[in-house]
């Protein structure tokens, strides 16, 4: 009985066990900079605008207000280009270099809706693309360097000005090549109008390459306070540490798998320090809030797709990143590797993190095992994970100072478990500056000094409901300039507009933009809108449009069962019928670019005013009109099944579009 007890504990006392060292007596390594998320890149909270207020509320407080869901310390934002960017396309500031509007879109109001919640959170903004007038000869925005630091720079201020706005960081050009002297243009022009305090963060792109450059050039150094690396699969590399700077994961996750998705998140949250001394992470996306048939649905914080019906989901997403959110905050200190940072013996990772005046202290630890944290980007390699023991051994000063760290646990839905999510446990105690734990697979555990940790919650989340029939938009409800809230532009930027006292929804986008790198669709000079159920099947649609003033387009279309969308809106297919009112023409084709054309003949009916197309799909048939006369009745490709009503026109160029009515057949 008694060697039993010896035994016993021995192990409590960690003989037998591994321990981890947390000594911050040795020094600390970098600055937390904190945990952010992206809306953006593109058009990912088109829908949440348009949410019923209250549930409106409730998601922004699931993302945004401290201490109640996933907390965050950063906002990143698109900085809209008319350009196409993954779910969507998100207005310009400048669609034309004549042209200035500091209201459109949503990321305004989003990042006051975020800064009403948190005033301490950090804004940043970065482009995917930019308005044609500021293309080179090569697709790129450099055809006056200047001019594009002035564009940007104009968007800073008009966050300033409009919307009393300031802006931490600012990025160079999505994932795209970057151009040194515009980096140190930008620089220059931020100092020159004030904004001397918004941070350069460079290069966006899916490695660290830029770290060389910086390395040779003294000045392009000291205009970029951090860099900043997409998907970089925890690691970064020794040039970009050595560099002193702070580097970020300032593009990460973007998981769709519900199961996966917060395994990724937990392992990376922690791994982007352990392994890369990345001290921030941003994720993409914030919220999924885009039609169901879009690429990477699902794959926000949270999803929130149906403003019609108010429903929304709090997945294990938000509380995964509560983990770390909520139990720290921007200018903490990570402890060093080997004496608070690093890997576990069995598999997994812990941080540790103290606040700057030494008073409090939070460490972090997941145990995710390899087949339940496999991110979307890059591969994983095969690494083990098992259940464990572990005694976390708080040297001098703070053995001595904390008694006992609150305690919040995690285990995801794994090996045919059901989740646990952010559960508040009884206080782990130190006993003799030793804490001890028994750790499982594919958990996260925060202990931490802080109180304030708190699992938010609304009841009665409404349940969900389909795209509701029949739909009327007029637009007259709008402000003019406003984006409609149900339309998901794809290509192409509309708008309200006003003539004669009607109002009616405009394309506006009048050249070829410069597209994200990654992404051609805007170079087929067609442009496309999307509404409604990507599932509808039997469909009928009406629209009015009209061509008038200058810069006009030549033909307009409305399509029904259209899948057309995203980067790969050429390579998807629907039902398109478009009308050249100044031809008398009319083209029904099985594609946005009409490759492949179905029928196509003469209009007799143009009324050179607002022209009605209407587009019927039932079954294997598609009927078309123009002003109520017939123009076909034909048997439908038998491959075109479902998808959204769709309105657009080629090329680029003004165009009208009213009154648009959907009903079910």
Known sequence: MLSLFYFVCLCYMGVGYPTYPVDNSVGYERTFTGIGAISGGGATSKLLRNYPLQQRSEILDYLFKPNFGASLHIFKVEIGGDVQSTEGTEASHMHNSWDENYNRGYEWWMMKEAKMRNPDIQLYALPWGFPGFLKDAYDRPWGNIQSTADYIVKWINGAHVYHNLTMDYIGIWNESPYNITYIKTLRKTLDNAGFNKTKIIASDQMNWEIAGDMNKDADLKDAIFGLGSHYPGTNSTPEAVALNKSLWASEDWSCVDPITGPGCLARTLNQNYVNGYMSTTVIWNLISSYYYGLPWYNSGIMTASEPWSGHYVVPANVWVTAHTTQFTAIGWKYLSHGNGVGKLTSGGSYVALM????????????????????????????????????????????????????????????????????????????????????????????????????????????????????????????????????????????????????????????????????????????????????????????????????????????????????????TESGLFLFFFPKERLYVLSSDFLRKTVLVSGNVTTVTNNWDVISLEARGDHVWGAINQNMLFNITTPISITNGWVGLGSYPYGTAYFDDLHINKV
């Open 355 to 570: 606040s700057p005046d030494e008073q409090d202290i939070t460490i972090i630890i997941e145990t995710l095992e390899h087949d339940f944290s496999i991110c979307t980007r890059p591969p994983l390699a095969p690494f083990d994970v098992n259940d464990q023991s572990a005694l976390f051994e708080l040297k001098g000063v703070l053995g001595q100072k904390f008694k006992s760290l609150n305690t919040w646990y995690s285990r995801m839905a794994a090996n045919g478990m059901p989740p646990t999510l952010f559960q508040q446990r009884n206080p782990t105690q130190v006993n003799n500056g030793s804490v001890y734990l028994y750790l499982g697979r594919d958990e996260v555990w925060t202990l931490t000094t802080l109180q304030t940790g708190f699992k938010g919650s609304y009841p009665n989340i409404p349940y969900s409901r389909p795209f509701p029939l029949p739909y009327i938009e007029d637009f007259e409800d709008y402000e003019v300039g406003a984006e409609p809230f149900n339309l998901a532009q794809q290509v192409g930027s509309f708008e309200v507009d006003e003539v004669n006292n009607i109002k009616f929804m405009k394309q506006v986008v009048l050249e070829e933009p410069v597209h994200w790198f990654w992404c051609k669709i805007d170079t087929y000079n067609t442009t496309l809108s999307v509404i409604g159920d990507y599932n509808w099947q039997d469909i009928r649609a009406d629209v009015a449009v009209k061509l008038e003033g200058e810069n006009t387009t030549d033909s307009v279309f409305l399509s029904v069962r259209t899948t057309a969308s995203g980067c790969q809106a050429d």
